[in-house]
């Protein structure tokens, strides 16, 4: 795997410290290199190499995977690692690609995969069996799972003191669903209220419409860096609820795709630029001056390590 996958790793290296989005001459380079094994013209990359440009759909408050800038840009770690993807595209079609962004929300994100609108999502998605019936998924980026955020007035410090409480959840999650079992399971009768986007489920809470606000821990920590005096007014509280791996979300039954991403994936590990991406965003200052301190978990480091040594027939 290391010895297949070392001129690919190479490319990356060359390309990712001078920018992503290369230009022709660097480009038509490393398409003589043969950096990465011969991939078929099929499903999404015809397209793509016909229409010269990949769709890429972005959150715009899903800190600090996939949200807006200032200036109204997409950045995160989430984007980063699509943008390595299109890179791994524009060799594989021989052609530099423009980038089209389409805006999505929780609700919106699986349609517009699965109609086309975009080709890959660059968000905070979890991989589930029940969503890989539909759309495929990038190998794990992130393992996450679902907490409660409250202000630090509240009495509330895990799920049992929300009975009959209000819940802000952002509809069409992993966590809505979480939620609702939970509810019945224990007979909590949560008062669960669906919000379009994580930044108004967020304000739920800020607000005091709702008690606490429920999603992944990593984004409720997003929220409170990113919310002036946020640590001396939010907690994230409770033990986690739910296990969610993340992966980037593209077509299914796209073979020659899926490939391309799975190689690309490997040969990010195995350089090591992952673990670099996840530093710039966890561990250093954020564009807003804040820092989430977040170390990555053992179990994304099991999963990197893995995915590095990964061996190919």
Same mark, same amino acid.
């Given at each position: 795997?290391?010895?297949?996958?070392?001129?690919?790793?190479?490319?990356?290296?060359?390309?990712?410290?001078?920018?992503?989005?290369?230009?022709?001459?660097?480009?038509?380079?490393?398409?003589?290199?043969?950096?990465?094994?011969?991939? /078929?013209?099929?499903?999404?990359?015809?397209?793509?190499?016909?229409?010269?440009?990949?769709?890429?759909?972005?959150?715009?408050?899903? $800190?600090?995977?996939?949200?807006?800038?200032?200036?109204?840009?997409?950045?995160?770690?989430?984007?980063?690692?699509?943008?390595?993807? $299109?890179?791994?595209?524009?060799?594989?079609?021989?052609?530099?690609?423009?980038?089209?962004?389409?805006?999505?929300?929780?609700?919106?994100?699986?349609?517009?995969?699965?109609?086309?609108?975009?080709?890959?999502?660059?968000?905070?998605?979890?991989?589930?069996?029940?969503?890989?019936?539909?759309?495929?998924?990038?190998?794990?980026?992130?393992?996450?799972?679902?907490?409660?955020? $409250?202000?630090?007035?509240? /009495?509330?410090?895990?799920?049992?003191?929300?009975?009959?409480?209000?819940?802000?959840?952002?509809?069409?999650?992993?966590?809505?669903?979480?939620?609702?079992?939970?509810?019945?399971?224990?007979?909590?009768?949560?008062?669960?209220?669906?919000?379009?986007?994580?930044?108004?489920?967020?304000?739920?809470?800020?607000?005091?419409?709702?008690?606490?606000?429920?999603?992944?821990?990593?984004?409720?920590?997003?929220?409170? /860096?990113?919310?002036?005096?946020?640590?001396?007014?939010?907690? $994230?509280?409770?033990?986690?609820?739910?296990?969610?791996?993340?992966?980037?979300?593209?077509?299914?039954?796209?073979?020659?795709?899926?490939?391309?991403?799975?190689?690309?994936?490997?040969?990010?590990? /195995?350089?090591?630029?992952?673990?670099?991406?996840?530093?710039?965003?966890?561990?250093?200052?954020?564009?807003?001056?804040?820092?989430?301190?977040?170390?990555?978990?053992?179990?994304?480091?099991?999963?990197?390590?893995?995915?590095?040594?990964?061996?190919?027939?």
């Amino acid at each position: 795997m290391r010895a297949a996958l070392a001129p690919l790793q190479k490319a990356w290296q060359q390309a990712l410290r001078g920018g992503l989005l290369c230009t022709m001459l660097p480009l038509a380079a490393m398409a003589q290199s043969n950096a990465m094994a011969p991939v /078929a013209l099929t499903g999404t990359l015809a397209q793509i190499h016909q229409k010269g440009e990949v769709a890429l759909a972005y959150r715009e408050s899903s $800190v600090p995977f996939s949200y807006l800038d200032a200036r109204g840009k997409p950045i995160g770690y989430s984007i980063e690692l699509c943008k390595a993807i $299109v890179h791994a595209m524009e060799v594989a079609v021989h052609k530099p690609l423009s980038i089209r962004w389409v805006p999505v929300t929780s609700a919106t994100r699986f349609a517009a995969i699965t109609s086309g609108q975009a080709d890959l999502e660059c968000g905070s998605t979890t991989s589930n069996k029940e969503r890989q019936q539909t759309v495929a998924f990038s190998p794990t980026f992130f393992v996450s799972g679902t907490k409660l955020l $409250v202000k630090k007035s509240s /009495a509330v410090r895990d799920y049992t003191a929300l009975a009959g409480k209000k819940v802000a959840v952002t509809s069409g999650t992993t966590n809505e669903k979480t939620l609702r079992e939970l509810s019945e399971r224990l007979q909590l009768n949560l008062q669960i209220t669906p919000m379009r986007d994580h930044a108004e489920s967020f304000a739920q809470v800020a607000s005091g419409a709702a008690e606490a606000f429920a999603t992944d821990d990593v984004l409720l920590y997003g929220f409170i /860096a990113q919310t002036p005096a946020g640590r001396e007014q939010y907690a $994230v509280v409770g033990d986690f609820l739910s296990y969610d791996p993340y992966g980037l979300m593209f077509r299914k039954d796209d073979p020659a795709l899926a490939k391309l991403v799975t190689e690309s994936f490997q040969a990010l590990a /195995a350089d090591g630029e992952i673990e670099r991406q996840y530093r710039r965003w966890f561990l250093r200052k954020l564009p807003s001056g804040q820092t989430l301190n977040l170390p990555m978990s053992p179990q994304l480091q099991i999963i990197l390590e893995s995915l590095a040594a990964t061996q190919t027939e």
